[in-house]
Structure formats: structure tokens, C-alpha cells
């Protein structure tokens, strides 16, 4: 089941909402249903054309950003209107009540264009705000989406009229999470926008950070169904926010230890984070499913690796890619490594991981080395992650960030994850480019769909509710949280570049991590998880993956029939960018876009504005004394 929010109850703003107006000129067009009209035929012609024609699917999956901060300022492109913040919706609901300041903050522009009134030093480097679970709920606040400050800056003190300069830093790095770009700071990202397609109406499959959306991407689901057969551990809400380790997997605690034939990089396991329901894996692969068996490997997923394993489909290769994996020092960070939360998959006498199904992702040896070196498969689906380094050459703009007397790097990785002890903005779409550069330009281009999406929020605003699908998550049937089921979580950016995209096409269908999936499934011809004997459990109390919300689409209307059909092709040179680079050699003026404006100008209250990277910059130089964060990511 899933219950849509009522945008009527959207618009009974409060009371800290009734000072803000509209900003000039932009769209009053709200969407009346987040369904595109198309064709319903259409969509069987695609759907069976698709089947055929496409043979690799790649998912790169960066980190910790919404739909509205990276595009929130998007312009509507061939006639097309884009769910951001020009639109009514978000003119009535954008003002988040500030309890620092006791006022109304509204989403403001920050740009590394000097020439820009909202030029901002080291504007890509922005701290994300809460993210896990239960901050995300409070959040949203049953959907009215008023309370990220709320919980932002829970417990921090009102500033007065002379607050102290680390009062105002801490408040400039608190509203940082309403900090939005434009084409100034991401060109890389809203080239691909205006190239390809863009979604606007897609969602994170559940609450959570970074670890359950890892999860939900390689699985359709965070453990509801395991949870709902009284198998493994129950989740359970702590009294200070947070949750207990188990299903469904609420929290960003490493993956329980590695245990596989191959040594990976260290890392600090948690064995009580073992899930076990099934994985894409499980249905690409019936191969895998009957070694497994044969092996006595199967987790609580006997009768679905069974049921998989008896069928006469043709095994899917697959492989999860992730920077640092088994080199050291390049940047792995072990919570977003979804294959090794599950106790079939990380497991020495597994039949579903090896170094094929496992791999890095570094330089010159990894994804891109695999696919310059036409390494891959004739067939296959590929999860790629970035990590909190970079072995690309890729730098910060601002050299002070890795070279500095501390001996530390800073804001050098390419996943896109913010904080100091992560990724500039600039480098991670630099670093995306390169791996869009590399398929393109590869033998794979001609059969290939890229989904490129991120996994949670960060923290960051976003002003369209997410829907609600299923029932209570069994992780909340008490507490404060007490009622709320298990998705959809906050809007997140999500394209689909392929040969066979549309080009330049805003689709506002209702999508999510699940959707991801639904399009695996579709091409190769695969049942879905709400299928599978295992899972009928939860399905029947209405806990199903993912997949088996019948609301949520495919992302197949991203594709062209007569280009399936075909016609004319997205040639490989669309795809590409010459010489991805930091600072990015793209801009709005280079690419012809014109944003539009910005709900409000830059926040003056207490002096000018400042981003994180600004006063780490400070202290790097000397001028200020704060004791300098971790170079390493930050666990979310």
C-alpha cells in the first residue's frame, strides 16, 4: 500500500512559513500527479524492445545529496517543467523555521563564480546535516518537510544579537544543508541533465543513510522481510535517536567481517549487522543460486536460491566495484559495500562472490582499467562506487586542502560524500565524468543503460514529499517515530544516460531505489523480490521489496522506442566530456543556461557566509585555531 501525502496538508504552512513570498519569476506550475501520461501500449513496445537490446546496465551510485540541492535551480528544458524550487509547492513549504535564529531560512544559492552576488569561497565544500534514519523522519515531519533545521541544529543555542565567531560558523555550517548550486558548481552534472534524462520525482527506497540505501540498491529492501519471518535480530528504536543493529538495517554500522577467499582492505566488522533476504544477485544468476545450494550457503534464502537455481534462464554476470576494496589507502569505506552485509554472500564457501563479483575501483585496476581493457562480460549489471580518496589525479581546486603544513589531504574524495574528511563537489563529478567517458568510449556504449543516482540525502533539503509505501517498518512500532513505514525516503538526483534515452527529457514519474531494480528485471527478464517464496511473508503484511510497489516505475520511459527500434542513436560523443577537470572546464555561461533565480540571497545576519571548506581553509592557513576534523569519511 501506498499513501501519497496530501498536498493540501503540504500547504497549511506554519506559522514560520508565512514571511516568505515567492522568488520573481519563477514557474508557479506544481505537478498535478507525479505520473507521466504515457502511453500505456508504448510502454509494452519499450519494455519488450529493451529485453533485446540493452546487455549492460552500470549503476553508479555517488553519496549524500538531494534532487534540490544540486538541482533545485534546474530550468525547465524544451517546454518541460522541473518539480524544483520555482514551483508553488516549494514557494509554500521552502522556509525551514531556524531555532538558532528564531526566523525563517529559505534555500540560497552559493557559487564559485566570482562575477556571481553569491560568489562563495570554496563553494563546493559543504557539510551534509543528519541523515540516519530517525533525523530523516523527524525531517520530513510526517510530510510536511519543516523540520530539517529542527534537527540540524537540535540543541544548539539561540545566537542573540552578538553571537560569538564560532557561534556563527557553526551556524553557517548548520544552514549549509539549504545551500544549493547551479551549473556554475556541477556544469559536469546538469550537462548530463539536459543531455539525457533527468528524473524529478525519485526517492530514496527507504529512511536511512548510507548503508540501508547501499543495501536497497542491491536489494530492493533493508531486511523488512526477514524482520516479518522472525528470522535474524529485530532492529530497535534507541531512546537517544538511532537504532539498534539487526533487520531491517537502520543504521551505518560496518558489515560484519570479512570472510571470503580473497583478502579485502581492513576493516572494523560487525557481526550483528548480517542480513539475510534476497539480492539481485540471486536473480541474475541461477548458476550462483545452484552453487550456493550445492554448498550449503544459502542463509534464510534456501527456497528462493532453490526456486532461482531450478530455472532455465541464462546466468547474468554481475559485480559490485568500489574504490579501495583491496588497496589500501585509496579511499574504501566498508559501510557502503552492500554484497558483504549478507551471510550467503560473505562467506568462504560461497557461490556468489569472487574476484570477479567483488572488485576495486581503482585507476589501474578497476572499472575503468576493466572497460578500456574490454574486460567485461557480453553481458552483465555493474554497481560502481567512488570512495574518500581519489586515485585519478583529481584535486581540490584550492590547493590548500592537499598541501598544507598538516600533512592531511582534505575534501580530495570522488563519491561525492560531503565533509572535510570526503569529497569536494567538483572532483566527484570530475570523477563521474571519467567513468561515463570510459563507457562511452568503450565497445559496451551500443548496449548500455548508466543510471546515475545517489544514495541517501545527506542531510541536505529537499522540498517534495515522499510518498509512503508499505506498512509500520518493524523497527517502528514504537517510540517516537512510532508508525512510519519503511519508505520512501527524501528526493535524490537520478539520470538515465544511454544510446537509447531520450535527450533533454524531465520525466516525473514516481521512482526510487526499487526502480533501479525494476529496470534490471526488465531487461534480463527477471522475476521480482515481492515474487520470491522468502519474502511472501512480508509481502503479505505488507512489507514487500521494494519491487513490489506497483506505484513506482521502471525508469523505462527515460528510453526511446524508436531509437530501440533502430533509429537514430545517442551517439558516444553525447556522453562524453574532453578533459573532466577541477575546476570544471564547463560552465552556465559555456553551456548556454540560464538557472533560474534563487528563493533568497545569500544569508547576512551575522556577517557574510561562509561554507565549511572556508574555515578549514582558515585554519589550514594558520589565521584561525580549531582543532581540524578527521581526514577520513565520515561514517554516513
Known sequence: MRRFVSYIVILTASWALAGCGGPSGASSVAPVTSQNTADAAARLRIAALVHGKVKHVFVLIQENHTFDQIFGLFPGVNGQYVENLGTYLAQETDCQYDPETLGCQRPFLISPNTNS??????????????????????????????????????????????????????????????????????????????????????????????????????????????????????????????????VPISNDDNPPPADLRFPITSYSGDS??????????????????????????????????????????????????????????????????????????????????????????????????????????????????????????????????????????????????????????????????EVINAIAQSKYWK?????????????????????????????DKSGSEEGYPCGDGVRLPAMVISPFSKTGVVVHDLADHGSVLKLIEAVFGLPTFASLPDEAKGVSVGLSPADGDSASSNLLDALDESKLQGGGLNPPRLAEISSPAVPPSMSCSSLGITPIPSPTSLPSQYGSYETAGWYLAQTLKANRKVKLPPSKDDGD
Not at 282 to 311: C, F, H, S, W
Request: charged letters at 20%; glycine letters at 12%; proline letters at 7%.
Open 117 to 246: 552576488p553569491n560568489y562563495v569561497a570554496d563553494a563546493p565544500d559543504i557539510t551534509g546535516g543528519n541523515n540516519g534514519r530517525y533525523d530523516q523522519e523527524v525531517s520530513i515531519d510526517r510530510g510536511k518537510m519543516d523540520d530539517f533545521l529542527v534537527d540540524a541544529e537540535a540543541g544548539q543555542p539561540v545566537l542573540g544579537p552578538t553571537p560569538s565567531p564560532q557561534q556563527v560558523e557553526a551556524h553557517n555550517e548548520s544552514i549549509g544543508i539549504e545551500g544549493v548550486y547551479d551549473c556554475d558548481t556541477v556544469p559536469y552534472l546538469w550537462y548530463y541533465a539536459r543531455s539525457f534524462t533527468l528524473f524529478d520525482h525519485y526517492f530514496q527506497a527507504n529512511t536511512g543513510d548510507s548503508t540501508p540505501s547501499n543495501i536497497q540498491l542491491f536489494s530492493g529492501q533493508i531486511g523488512q522481510t526477514e524482520a516479518a519471518a522472525g528470522e535474524g535480530t529485530l532492529s530497535q528504536p534507541l531512546a537517544s535517536g538511532g537504532y539498534t543493529d539487526g
Open 272 to 433: 550483528g549487522t548480517f542480513q539475510s533476504y534476497a539480492t539481485m544477485p540471486v536473480l541474475l544468476n541461477p548458476n550462483m543460486d545452484r552453487l550456493a545450494e550445492q554448498k550449503r550457503v544459502v542463509g534464510y534464502e534456501g527456497r528462493d536460491i532453490t526456486k532461482e537455481g531450478n530455472t532455465n534462464r541464462q546466468s547474468v554476470p554481475w559485480a559490485w566495484y568500489e574504490e579501495g576494496l583491496t588497496t589500501a589507502n585509496a579511499g574504501f569505506s566498508a559501510h557502503h559495500t552492500a554484497p558483504l552485509y549478507f551471510d550467503y554472500i560473505n562467506n568462504p564457501g560461497s557461490g556468489f562472490v569472487n574476484k570477479k563479483t567483488l572488485r576495486d575501483n581503482v585507476e589501474n585496476n578497476g572499472f575503468i582499467s576493466d572497460i578500456k581493457g574490454g574486460k567485461l562480460p557480453a553481458s552483465g549489471v555493474f554497481w560502481v562506487k567512488g570512495g574518500n580518496e581519489n586515485t585519478y589525479g583529481l584535486v581540490p581546486a584550492d590547493p590548500i586542502f592537499t598541501q598544507n603544513s598538516s600533512g592531511s589531504k582534505y575534501y580530495v574524495g570522488d563519491d561525492d560524500h560531503p565533509g572535510s574528511g570526503s569529497s569536494d563537489h567538483q572532483v566527484a563529478e570530475a570523477y563521474l565524468a
Open 447 to 475: 548496449d548500455s543503460v548508466i543510471v546515475v543516482t545517489w544514495d541517501d540525502s545527506g542531510g541536505f533539503y529537499d522540498h517534495l514529499p515522499p510518498p509512503g509505501f508499505g506498512q509500520t517498518c518493524p523497527q
